[in-house]
């Protein structure tokens, strides 16, 4: 059974990068059947979709964020990461990780089918 | 400002039926069935309840249906338990560059 483990580094000083691993296990990132995306969640409020990566490394971003965003594969690790540059307070939020299954209709985001627990990262000096 | 629109808000008491709806754009609900349902209990991950429309994972209860008409998805939950009292968003592919949306969360209250 696939399980998702996000991290980081709980807190983060604005202006700086933020970078989050999830760490997949009971299966491959690699496995063509798959998608693996980003979502947060603000205290308090609602999901937000950050970004997406194929099996095969294409990226996909919300273009509201794309310019401070890159999200990859380490194939070696079986990992997802996803590093966020000049952070504000408006980042603070509860990262999740979550598998996309591949979708021969839409090339993301048909559907998050399992979800990591999420990681929290408060911005503050 | 969410791109999908959804009640604040919902209640109802155990055993009866309720509707959340979920509107959207002829560029995401309009024109896809890529539009999932997601349950979150405080302090939990979302699950996916309801996928492509009106598709349950497996284990999910047939309590819980999905439909769509035009731009507007629904989600109906009928016989309502205790348990089901959680925050619940809808998802859709959009054509436009956000590709990924979700609508604002609806919170339900089981009386």
């Known amino acids: 059974q696939v399980q998702l483990q996000e991290s980081g580094p709980g807190l983060v000083k604005p202006s700086e990068t933020l970078s989050l691993t999830c760490s997949v296990s009971g299966g491959s990132i690699s496995d063509n059947n798959w998608y693996w995306g980003w979502i947060r969640q603000p205290p308090g409020k609602g999901l937000e979709w950050i970004a997406s990566i194929s099996y095969s490394g294409i990226t996909y971003y919300n273009p509201s964020l794309e310019s401070r965003l890159t999200i990859s594969l380490d194939t070696s690790k079986n990992q997802v990461s996803l590093t966020l540059r000049s952070v504000t307070a408006a980042d603070a939020a509860l990262y999740y990780c979550a598998r996309d299954p591949n979708d021969i209709v839409v090339v993301v985001g048909d559907v998050f089918d399992i979800w990591g627990p999420g990681t929290m990262v408060t911005v503050s000096s | 400002h969410s791109a999908l629109t959804q009640p604040a808000s919902v209640s109802g008491s155990p055993g009866q039926s309720i509707t959340i709806s979920c509107t959207g754009t002829s560029s995401d609900i309009g024109h896809y069935n890529s539009v999932s349902w997601y349950q979150q209990h405080p302090g939990k991950a979302p699950k996916v309840i309801i996928f492509?429309?009106?598709n349950r994972p497996s284990g999910i209860s047939d309590r819980f249906s999905g439909s769509k008409s035009g731009n507007t998805a629904s989600l109906t939950i009928s016989g309502l338990q205790t348990e089901d009292e959680a925050d619940y968003y809808c998802?859709?592919?959009?054509?436009?560059?956000?590709?990924?949306?979700f609508g604002g969360g609806t919170k339900l209250t089981v009386l």
């Open positions: 998802s859709s592919y959009t054509a436009t560059t956000t590709l990924v949306v």
């Open positions: 492509d429309v009106s």
